[in-house]
């Protein structure tokens, strides 16, 4: 059985920073994708950053890059999240996407990230 699993999440005051990970477990073959997203009360679930391919081609919303730093433990099907300069619209439950080399889609129960002071 597949299961996604985030962590990382927490209260932080603007400025500081957070590492979110990522674990799957259960996939017979390594993912080909695996992406952070974020959803907000009320809000789309947007794109945060992701990773493709066995050469972790990176992609990052325009909103964090520069901020965010998303990397891939290929052996541990594990994925990272590295946010520093935190800011308040940051604030969301933040989501942990795999994508099977047959196109199945797998998602985490997500993490809750808030910045506030």
């Known amino acids: 059985q597949v299961q996604v699993v985030e962590s990382g999440g927490g209260l932080v005051q603007p400025g500081g920073s957070l590492n979110l990970s990522c674990v799957g477990s259960g996939f017979i073959s390594s993912p080909i994708y695996m992406g952070w997203y974020r959803q907000a009360p009320g809000k789309e679930r947007e794109l945060v950053a992701d990773?493709?391919?066995?050469?972790?081609?990176?992609n990052y919303a325009a909103s964090v890059k520069g901020r965010f730093t998303i990397a891939r433990d290929h052996a541990k099907n594990t994925l990272f999240l590295q946010m520093n300069n935190l800011k308040p619209e940051d604030t969301s439950v933040y989501l942990c996407?795999?994508?099977?080399?047959?196109?199945?889609?797998?998602w985490g129960q997500g993490t809750q990230v808030t910045v506030s002071s």
């Open positions: 996407n795999a994508r099977t080399p047959w196109r199945v889609n797998f």
């Open positions: 990773t493709t391919g066995y050469d972790d081609k990176t």
